[in-house]
């Protein structure tokens, strides 16, 4: 019986162990730390957080607030994705140099790039203030005075922390407000760009591969923080200095192999893991089909055009890319979670939970979840189709939507009027540069009429209800001012009264304005009015989970915050009798090769590396690694986070997820969900013998041999 226990423990254990999370860097001590040593790790949570001595956390940036980049040298050389730096090196690009086309490498640091407004921010340090922030809230007050004193304490919490002069803080709610830490941050602004790889290596496959398995992309560039001649954070200078890091990883050439232990460092986005089973389906069977739909009739036109004439394919190119890759998260994310039964899942834990709850306070928050979602759900699903058509995808519609911006601001006086006219006109220039009226009519038109289908009636502005779309469309891709910068700009000419006067004269405005008008004042207004409502409930039932599940696996929902996230290497199985292996390799490179194609084109040099085999140390028995599969639960933001190694070194780059596991952003699943990385020796073998950048090799250090 004794042998029984003790074998189920172990399986259980060993079941648990891969069980997904992101958890906090300061929070490792105990439980983290000994899973992690149960999956092979060797590292202890001081070697990976610390504030007293260096430790990994220091080399680990949130670059420019959406990815996450790692020092990898004592000069302040960073690494992240392709996709990341994207539009940085787009906007060094010009017709004669096309980095994004052909790549881009500094062979002397003063050769590297200057980035206005670029920045990366590093976490000194994080405390846990919940106590503080929570004092004075309490079930006797209304939500509103609950919410007003957290507010304040925060204020407090920040006011008076203790910090360098150059340094910042913040406070972010965990666990949906039940948990409080606050952070310690510097941020530098003076980052370089060093290296990119042609589109060819940095975006192989493109939309095509992307969330896909199996993947060969070079999804990497690299930048440098400098600083002052104190080390410190400052505006660009000439006289900066290449960053002295606190520490900085080094880099391991010995590869992975199937079952090695991984951990992902970085700065995960958004996940949603405790919501009741009314939101999933909500999600999954309400939202997610009209995005979906949205995007589809988007795409199918633009790609048509984009196929047909190559100036148009030049400017929608990263249009197009930004709106297929949701539109391709959101359909495996549905697959995904029906095919999990992920809302069957939350049902069994919530008839459980309703048992437990029975007779306590807490016994009527599914049916406050239910009553509250219900309630929503129109506003929800105008909000979507109002951002998909008007934001997204119809472009004249979203120029429209900046001109209301711009009239709202007359509120506030002429001066405020003619500096936001300024910076309306300077967005609507790089807007129009890349804008095609042949496309966006079509877009128009097909979308417009969609929205007139499916947008719920309460939400649709009675003025425009009797719109006939195919004449409405002609005529404003006839005749209004919103078709071009030269006759925008030409409308924005004059005083404010006599701007305020021509646009709403303009037969796409009329039409935009009320639109926009219905997203301020109707149909955000219910949304926001129901949220608050929502968070309370969804406050005190994750509390209640974690008092009544105590043995069950609670982690925090991802918020922009710095995570560790831990797991192995290991392949999967997308559907019954295919098993994926986890590593790809450079053979698969030339299996997809497309010449000529602008998704699955290689260049000439690296198929002369391939056949002459020149992969100097970085290959294993001949085989050029690519991207490899872990088991590490990511999401959005962990775009350019580390993989390191059981001993604190990198092996790889995060920068992708495999579709069938998109849905782990609500609800992660061990089997299915796997995070995509590029293999460490790939980006070297790049940066050596494809670009020949010597320089940056010799600054790193690479280690070879398991230490
Ligand atoms: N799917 C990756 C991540 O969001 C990569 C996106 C960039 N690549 C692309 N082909 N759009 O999300
Ligand atoms: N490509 C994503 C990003 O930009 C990371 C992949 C994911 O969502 O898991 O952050």
């Given at each position: 019986m004794k042998t029984l226990k003790i074998l189920i423990l172990l399986i259980t254990i060993n079941l648990t162990a891969q069980q997904g999370g992101m958890w906090?860097?300061?929070?490792?001590?105990g439980a983290r730390e000994k899973e992690m040593k149960s999956l092979g790790s060797n590292l202890s949570a001081a070697a990976i957080y610390a504030i007293d001595k260096p430790s990994i956390k220091d080399a680990i940036v949130h670059f420019n607030g959406g990815c996450t980049a790692e020092v990898i040298s004592k000069k302040g050389l960073l690494l992240t994705n392709h996709h990341c730096g994207y539009g940085a090196i787009q906007s060094h690009s010009t017709t004669e140099h096309d980095y994004l086309e052909d790549g881009f490498w500094a062979y002397k640091q003063k050769q590297e790039l200057e980035n206005k407004g670029m920045f990366v921010t590093f976490i000194k340090r994080i405390d846990d203030v919940t106590v503080q922030i929570l004092t004075g809230a309490s079930e006797n007050n209304s939500d509103k005075e609950n919410q007003d004193i957290i507010s304040q304490n925060i204020k407090t919490a920040i006011k008076n922390v203790k910090k360098e002069a150059w340094q910042d803080a913040n406070v972010k709610a965990f666990y949906k407000g039940n948990q409080y830490f606050l952070f310690v941050t510097e941020k530098y602004k003076d980052i370089r760009l060093v290296g990119a790889p042609p589109s060819s290596i940095g975006?192989?496959?493109a939309d095509t591969d992307n969330w896909m398995w199996p993947r060969h992309s070079g999804d990497f560039s690299l930048f440098r923080i400098y600083a002052d001649k104190n080390n410190r954070p400052a505006e660009y200078s000439k006289d900066n200095k290449p960053y002295k890091p606190v520490h900085y990883l080094p880099v391991s050439v010995d590869g992975v192999a199937e079952e090695d232990f991984t951990l992902v460092y970085g700065f995960p986005g958004r996940t949603n893991e405790y919501l009741p089973s009314v939101a999933l389906n909500q999600i999954v069977y309400k939202l997610n089909p009209v995005k979906i739909d949205i995007r589809d009739k988007a795409l199918k036109i633009v790609d048509k055009h984009m196929r047909s004439d190559n100036e148009i394919k030049i400017k929608y190119a990263s249009k197009f890319a930004s709106i297929a890759n949701y539109w391709k998260k959101w359909i495996g994310e549905n697959q995904g979670i029906e095919k999990s039964k992920a809302i069957q899942k939350k049902q069994e834990l919530e008839n459980a939970f309703a048992e437990k709850v029975k007779g306590s306070t807490n016994e009527s928050l599914l049916n406050d979840f239910n009553k509250l979602y219900k309630e929503v759900e129109e506003a929800s699903l105008a909000r979507e189709i109002w951002i998909e058509t008007?934001?997204?995808?119809?472009e004249l519609l979203n120029a429209t939507f900046r001109m209301y911006q711009l009239e709202l601001s007359a509120a506030k006086g002429k001066e405020a009027f003619n500096k936001q006219k300024e910076s309306t006109l300077k967005r609507y220039k790089g807007f129009y540069k890349n804008y095609s009226a042949k496309v966006d009519q079509e877009v128009f038109e097909t979308l417009v009429s969609n929205y007139f289908k499916v947008n719920p009636k309460k939400y649709t502005p009675k003025e425009i209800l009797n719109t006939n779309v195919s004449e409405l469309t002609k005529e404003i891709y006839n005749n209004s001012s919103f078709i071009s910068y030269d006759a925008i700009s030409k409308l924005l000419e004059g005083d404010m009264k006599t701007v305020l006067e021509k646009i709403n004269t303009d037969k796409a405005y009329q039409f935009g304005k009320e639109l926009a008008a219905s997203f301020y004042n109707v149909i955000n207004a219910d949304f926001n009015a129901i949220q608050p409502k929502i968070a309370v409930v969804q406050k005190k039932y994750m509390k209640a989970l974690m008092d009544h599940f105590p043995e069950e696996r609670f982690f925090p929902d991802a918020n922009s915050t710095l995570r560790v996230t831990y797991g192995q290497v290991k392949g999967y199985e997308p559907k019954d009798a295919v098993y994926y292996r986890p590593v790809s390799n450079l053979k698969g490179i030339i299996e997809k090769y497309v010449p000529g194609d602008y998704e699955f084109d290689v260049s000439e040099k690296l198929l002369d590396l391939y056949k002459s085999k020149d992969f100097g140390d970085y290959a294993k028995d001949g085989k050029m690694p690519v991207n490899f599969l872990g088991t590490n639960h990511t999401t959005g933001g962990n775009s350019g986070s580390p993989v390191i190694d059981k001993n604190g070194n990198l092996i790889g780059l995060n920068f992708d997820r495999v579709w069938e596991g998109t849905m782990s952003d609500y609800n992660y699943d061990p089997e299915i969900c796997r995070n995509i990385m590029v293999d460490v020796r790939y980006i070297l073998f790049i940066i050596d013998k494809y670009a020949g950048t010597k320089r940056l090799i010799k600054e790193m250090d690479l280690v070879h041999g398991k230490k």
């Open positions: 906090i860097p300061s929070q490792l001590e975006k192989f496959g008007v934001y997204r995808n119809v």
